[in-house]
Nanobody, 129 residues
Framework: QVQLVESGGGSVQAGGSLRLSCAASGYTFRRNRVAWFRQAPGKEREGVAAIYMTSAYSNIYYADSVKGRFTISPDNDKNTVYLQMNSLKPEDTAMYYC????????????????????WGQGTQVTVSS
């Protein structure tokens, strides 16, 4: 049974940093996309970052709104994917979710929620001005 558990959310002031963790059990990150999404009240869930890894290379994707501020990275030994968030803005406030696909979908977009079958419970990030 696949389980994704997020942690690391919290409240920070604008300009601050947080590191989110997504710990997976019953799942391997290699050759499957793992992504971070966020959803603010009244808004649609949006893709923030994703990573696709093989033993030889990694493809990484970011939403334009977080490029240069957020970094997604894996720790294969811990079966964990991190989202380092720097220079946080009030508009980054949302519930953040980790998502993973059951198998790589060649026609699936990294930023589309329907691409992913497995979801964590979410961790809240609040950025105050």
């Amino acid at each position: 049974q696949v389980q994704l558990v997020e942690s690391g959310g919290g409240s920070v002031q604008a300009g601050g940093s947080l590191r989110l963790s997504c710990a997976a059990s019953g799942y391997t990150f290699r050759r499957n996309r793992v992504a971070w999404f966020r959803q603010a009240p009244g808004k649609e869930r949006e893709g923030v970052a994703a990573i696709y890894m093989t033993s030889a290379y990694s493809n990484i994707y970011y939403a334009d709104s977080v490029k240069g501020r957020f970094t997604i990275s894996p720790d294969n030994d811990k079966n964990t994917v991190y989202l380092q968030m720097n220079s946080l803005k009030p508009e980054d406030t949302a519930m953040y979710y980790c998502a993973a696909e059951s198998s790589f979908k060649y026609g699936g977009s990294w930023y589309a929620p329907l691409t992913y079958e497995y979801w964590g419970q979410g961790t809240q990030v609040t950025v105050s001005s």
